[in-house]
């Protein structure tokens, strides 16, 4: 948590009032650029620090841009975008959010659309994960984690983990059970939004008795222990628990990776949008990226933020390089609501 | 002279009545308002006045299941910890030892650490390769015992939490059972399990009732054992709120569930006060 409150002194508000009031005689202050305070709201924990670290302090100080940030957890921020949706005004310059939350609120109609006017570095952003509501910031593919003291023969594709040597042994999580079921329908059909067809297998594999896990690090307890031995996982957190000394490693599904991007977008009533805009191109430059690639495991979304050293080792993808599929977020939203209830009682098994 | 002293009460329960209704009464409204909503994911929550939200849970029996499961979980543990509750109570409270308050900070001790640490130290115990399963691989090798995300897990979890309430509240009041009232049926030749049936319960009746609704009302509500200890499959109320409200961001929905949970636990605490009062007038 980096939240942090700017206090504002009387003096402070008295020299703001009296600026204000000088505006209009000083129209070369009124034009210039992005400057003053900036509102990102945000996930909290690693993710807020490393935005501190790697965009705010040395991107966005120099340029006399003050970020606070808004932390929460993600439905809680939206809601909170949507009831202020009729305000001229908002309190909210960035809002963070997963690619398909970024959709919805598109859909609402909430989002500022974005170009390289606006944001030059755009042109850099990988052409699949590219749209012009929501940048995305950071994404990780979806392998195949693995034990590799109990698997000699890694799965290759997702119809791997019905066969009968993971019987029992493959954990799924519940939170992202959605691209669960989509790197399903990928292996089937060849189309990741195809999700009804796969409801059968999927079915299958719950009640054969594999395992499904509330908490994203109750996972790892669980591959160490040999309650599972293999599931679908994001890749950063094969990374991430390799470096806490699992003994793990992924592999890629041939038939292509699902991937979560973690997006940014500029709501229509932003307060400050001149800032928001410098805010996109400084999470795009290369040594931003780069920072959230070592700490976190997350691949860079911009095609100049190349990766060196220890770190490309551990995140470089292999060759010929995996096909990535970004999931078609106007059809997830059409079925998410219907796979979310399909998914609690296929779970409940009454 | 009346007149002026009701009007003093009047001005000094005023502000807590005001807090109380504030605080208390006015989200109660409000979310009584949103259960009537109607929720989409774009526009979040429509004004509307509608018993849908109700309906569909009432109807459903996947969610009057998860209903079930919540009240025969409570029902469980309630009847657990009376059970083992009752006996710490009792020797607590007619202990002389200079112990006695050692005894009191043991029981109390538990309470400092919240129900997620506690849920968390649980997971260590009984999941794969916690000391239950070790301790069962090493007696018999090759096998496996992990108790984890099943019922009696969360049962268990429900229980330690609990049981420091209740043990709690049945020793206050048995401290105020006098104690010679015990010795007099024992002068009057009434065996230990007499004495217990036809003195001491019928005089800690109340006690009981207040224990049980306090640990009823907790466990009806558990939310971080549930989730952590019963995983995934194992589905009660509360997780199954928090998920609509937080996680889907149905309002609306989650409102109705708060509800009727909420109304659910009302009817049954009223329902064992009015009872145990009945049975205590003709006591």
């Known amino acids: 948590m980096t939240e942090r409150h700017t206090g504002a002194s009387r003096r402070h508000i008295l020299g703001l009032g009296a600026a204000a009031a000088a505006l209009p005689f000083m129209p070369h202050v009124a034009r210039a650029q992005a400057g003053g305070r900036l509102v990102v709201s945000t996930w909290g924990g690693d993710y807020a620090n490393l935005l501190g670290s790697n965009i705010d302090k040395p991107i966005l100080g120099p340029k006399n841009i003050e970020v606070t940030q808004d932390v929460g957890t993600e439905p809680a921020r939206i809601a909170k975008l949507i009831a202020q949706r009729r305000l001229p005004r908002g309190n909210v310059d960035i809002i963070c959010a997963q690619a398909p939350a970024s959709y919805d609120l598109n859909e609402a109609g909430l989002l500022e659309p974005l170009d390289e006017g606006k944001v030059p570095n755009m042109r850099h952003i990988l052409p699949e994960l590219r749209t012009n509501y929501a940048l995305p910031h950071i994404f990780s593919p979806q392998i195949f984690i693995y034990n590799t003291e109990r698997v000699q023969q890694p799965p290759t594709t997702f119809n791997d983990l019905m066969a009968d040597r993971f019987k029992g042994k493959v954990g799924i999580l519940d939170n992202s059970f959605i691209y669960v079921v989509m790197a399903a329908a990928l292996a089937k059909t060849g189309d990741a939004m195809n999700v009804q067809a796969v409801k059968p297998e999927l079915e299958k594999l719950i009640r054969d008795g594999n395992k499904t896990y509330t908490v994203t690090d109750a996972f790892a307890p669980a591959l160490r222990s040999g309650e599972i031995d293999v599931g679908p996982v994001w890749q950063a957190r094969t990374i991430f628990w390799q470096k806490a000394g699992v003994a793990v490693k992924s592999s890629f599904p041939t038939e292509g990776s699902v991937v979560y991007v973690s997006s940014m977008s500029v709501p229509k009533n932003a307060p400050n949008k001149a800032a928001a805009f410098a805010y996109l191109n400084a999470m795009l430059e290369p040594a931003a990226q780069r920072g959230f690639a070592d700490s976190m495991g997350y691949l860079p979304t911009s095609s100049e933020a190349t990766l060196e050293g220890e770190v490309a080792q551990r995140l470089a993808l292999p060759e010929p390089r995996p096909k990535l599929v970004a999931p078609d977020y106007a059809k997830l939203a059409a079925v998410r609501d219907e796979l979310n209830d399909w998914w609690r009682r296929l779970l409940d098994g009454r | 002279m009346s007149q002026a002293r009701g009007l003093t009460a009047g001005l000094l329960i005023g502000p807590a009545t005001m807090i109380v209704l504030g605080a208390l009464v006015a989200p109660l409204a409000l979310l009584a308002r949103y259960s009537l909503n109607r929720y989409d994911r774009t526009n979040f929550m429509i004004e509307a006045f509608t018993p849908e939200n109700y309906l569909r849970f009432l109807y459903d029996p996947f969610y009057t299941g998860v209903l079930w499961t919540t009240l025969w979980i409570a029902l469980l543990t309630t009847a657990l910890c009376l059970l083992l509750g009752f006996p710490i109570a009792y020797r607590l409270a007619r202990s002389q030892s200079r112990w006695k308050s050692a005894g009191v900070l043991l029981v109390i001790l538990p309470l400092f650490i919240g129900s997620t640490?506690?849920?968390?130290?649980?997971?260590?115990?009984?999941?794969?390769?916690?000391?239950?399963?070790?301790?069962?691989?090493?007696?018999?090798?090759?096998?496996?015992?992990?108790?984890?995300?099943?019922?009696?897990?969360?049962?268990?979890?429900?229980?330690?939490?609990?049981?420091p309430y209740m043990v709690l509240t049945l020793q206050s009041v048995i401290e105020g059972i006098d104690a010679r009232v015990e010795e007099a049926a024992d002068s009057l030749g009434a065996d230990p399990s007499r004495r217990f049936l036809h003195v001491v319960l019928p005089l800690a009746l109340p006690g009981l009732a207040t224990g049980s609704v306090l640990v009823f009302i907790l466990a009806m509500n558990a939310y971080a054992t549930p989730l952590l200890l019963g995983g995934a499959r194992f589905q009660m109320m509360a997780p199954m709120l928090f998920r609509e409200y937080a996680v889907n961001n149905n309002w609306p929905f989650a409102a109705a569930i708060a509800f009727i949970l909420m109304v659910t636990t009302l009817t049954l605490t009223a329902a064992s006060s009015a009872f145990v009062q009945r049975r205590y007038k003709a006591a």
């Open chain 2, 117 to 163: 640490v506690r849920a968390l130290g649980w997971m260590g115990m009984l999941g794969r390769g916690g000391l239950v399963d070790s301790a069962v691989a090493a007696a018999s090798p090759g096998s496996s015992f992990p108790l984890l995300y099943t019922p009696f897990a969360v049962v268990l979890g429900i229980l330690s939490i609990n049981l």
